[in-house]
């Protein structure tokens, strides 16, 4: 069951609910129609994409906040699991796409920056943000 803006809802007590795991993101009953659009990250829950989902999992250094990248014999980054990733610690595949933690592509690595890191993403307003 989804509401009026598309997004799963809990039948019994009218909560927003994640497409991933069906557990409820705003308990209670939530009108949008009072607060609009609910905040990101948790609006991309509508359109099908978990940025959280695409990260590899780091341990960070305390001092920098940066995350500990590790290497396997074959010089390839991975995180904390040996799950490869790229320059920015988003988990990849055999052909460098980006993909999630189910191994789905989200984003071709011909789409992404020549950082590594992904494109600008828009809302349907035509905003920019970043993840």
């Not at 009026?4 to 557990?23: D, V």
């Not at 948790?42 to 780091?58: A, D, Q």
């Not at 040996?82 to 789409?111: A, C, R, T, W």
């Amino acid at each position: 069951m989804v509401n009026a803006k598309g997004y799963l809802i809990n039948e019994q007590s009218g909560a927003i609910r994640s497409r991933f795991t069906y557990e409820d993101i705003f308990p209670g009953e939530y009108h949008q129609e009072d607060l609009g659009e609910i905040p990101m990250p948790f609006r991309l829950e509508r359109y099908n994409f978990n940025p959280h989902k695409i990260l590899g999992s780091f341990d960070y250094d305390a001092k920098t906040g940066k995350p500990y990248f590790l290497k396997n014999k074959f010089g390839i980054l991975t995180d904390k699991n040996y799950k490869p990733v790229n320059k920015m610690g988003f988990l990849i595949n055999e052909e460098e796409n980006v993909i999630d933690n189910e191994g789905h592509v989200k984003f071709l690595q011909s789409m992404l920056t020549p950082k590594e890191n992904l494109p600008y993403l828009y809302t349907y307003s035509g905003e920019t943000f970043k993840i």
